[in-house]
């Protein structure tokens, strides 16, 4: 099965790299990260005032969805290293907005709250993100491009490691 | 356990904001982020003994197959920070691949090109891309997806500012 080379296919002289060169237009890894910028600048644009940076984001809402998650928890499910996430946290509890409480039974181990403040940002967050969301899905040209591109960005993730593997 | 709502306590109802509160499976954004990791993990990882970098890969693909560009039209169609860019090609200067040489006729402008040792380490780079993006490839599920997923990066991208604008 290995052996299935096409004629020619193999021979590389100093004449032909020009030939074999990628077009960067059809490289995926760098189309996603030009994609990825755009969202994330527009992103930051939009929550220029509210002062909520994309991972402030993920963690708040997901600690809004599931109150009292353990920080690893949320950590992991987001692909956040452990130190950033402290920092992080830190962050988010000095401006009021959530919270860590010791677990009753793992006294070392912390869940997250929002604080009523929290919940009220949230809201608010929630409101702003729809703005930058549907912006994004129009650029697409509709919910069923995104549906499209979601379910191909999953293809490529199917069995990711986790980052701090 | 619905017991424990006290009188007055917010309950989680079809307008209260668990129910808004988007899936982070289905944010373009987060998705794109988490795939781009993917894409330049495996990336990095391949080209750890050659010790190439996505963007210095971009930049030498580029000039290999454009001798003599000026260094502000790569940076600029790479999405690179003049600052990053300069750093950038010192490296692959120290190293013996690419020089910067004076226009004859903007003398203040510097075009660039490969050292013939940058163009047999460009042959060996390409050969360990194509390896790098094939996975990938095949992860997606084949050249067709791949090309739909180019497609739809395409659109988010249709009318992207340049990143130093």
Same mark, same amino acid.
């Given at each position: 099965?290995?052996?299935?080379?096409?004629?020619?296919?193999?021979?590389?002289?100093?004449?032909?790299?020009?030939?074999?060169?990628?077009?960067?237009? +059809?490289? %995926?890894?760098?189309?996603?990260?030009? $994609?990825?910028?755009?969202?994330?600048?527009?992103? %930051?644009?939009?929550?220029?005032?509210?002062?909520?940076?994309? $991972?402030?984001? +993920?963690?708040?809402?997901? %600690? $809004?969805?599931?109150?009292?998650?353990?920080?690893?928890?949320?950590?992991?499910?987001?692909? %956040?290293?452990?130190?950033?996430?402290?920092?992080?946290?830190?962050?988010?509890? +000095?401006?009021?907005?959530?919270?860590?409480?010791?677990?009753?039974?793992?006294?070392?181990?912390? +869940?997250?709250?929002?604080?009523?403040?929290?919940?009220?940002?949230?809201?608010?967050?929630?409101?702003?993100?729809?703005?930058?969301e549907n912006r994004m899905?129009?650029?697409?040209?509709?919910?069923?491009?995104?549906?499209q591109l979601i379910a191909?960005?999953?293809?490529?993730?199917?069995?990711?490691?986790?980052?701090?593997?």
């Amino acid at each position: 099965m290995t052996a299935d080379i096409k004629p020619g296919s193999r021979r590389r002289g100093a004449s032909d790299t020009p030939a074999e060169l990628p077009d960067k237009e +059809s490289i %995926i890894g760098y189309k996603l990260r030009r $994609a990825q910028l755009l969202v994330f600048q527009d992103f %930051i644009q939009t929550f220029a005032k509210m002062k909520v940076r994309p $991972a402030e984001f +993920s963690v708040l809402a997901m %600690i $809004a969805r599931t109150p009292g998650l353990k920080q690893t928890e949320i950590a992991e499910a987001l692909g %956040i290293k452990r130190a950033n996430f402290v920092a992080l946290m830190d962050g988010l509890e +000095s401006r009021g907005l959530a919270d860590r409480r010791k677990g009753d039974i793992d006294r070392r181990s912390h +869940s997250l709250h929002l604080t009523p403040e929290g919940e009220r940002f949230v809201r608010k967050m929630i409101a702003t993100w729809n703005e930058h969301e549907n912006r994004m899905i129009e650029r697409l040209g509709g919910p069923q491009e995104r549906d499209q591109l979601i379910a191909l960005l999953d293809r490529l993730l199917a069995g990711e490691p986790s980052p701090d593997e």
